[in-house]
């Protein structure tokens, strides 16, 4: 059974920094675009960044310079390093990953649990 597990969320001061982890695991043959999105309350699950097994990056435009996606293959974890954080990044952070369904060309999506980002004042 193949799961996402964020880590690295918390609680920062603005302009502060964090990086968050996402490790899947499980019975997985090959992963193809990896990344995050996240959810504040009242709001609908947003586009922060992916990356595809190769590299190729897709990133929201208005956090670009503030946010990096990088990814290990070999050890099936995507990160998000977000520096110069502010308030209105707080939100869930989910992880999210296109994983190939053994014996076929095909993918399924999966998601993670979710980790909680807040950001003070």
């Known amino acids: 059974q193949v799961q996402l597990v964020e880590s690295g969320g918390g609680l920062v001061q603005a302009g502060g920094s964090l990086r968050l982890s996402c490790v899947a695991s499980?019975?997985?043959?090959?992963?193809?675009?990896m990344g995050w999105y996240r959810q504040a309350p009242g709001n609908q699950r947003e586009l922060v960044a992916t990356?595809?097994?190769?590299?190729?990056?897709i990133i929201e435009d208005s956090l670009k310079g503030r946010f990096t996606i990088s990814r290990e293959n070999a050890k099936n974890t995507v990160y998000l390093q977000m520096n110069n954080l502010k308030p209105e990044d707080t939100a869930v952070y989910y992880c999210?990953?296109?994983?190939?369904?053994?014996?076929?060309?095909?993918?399924?999506?999966?998601w993670g649990q979710g980790t909680q980002v807040t950001v003070s004042a």
């Open positions: 999210m990953a296109y994983i190939t369904n053994w014996g076929t060309t095909t993918q399924n999506q999966y």
């Open positions: 499980g019975m997985i043959p090959s992963i193809g675009r």
């Open positions: 990356i595809s097994r190769g590299g190729d990056i």
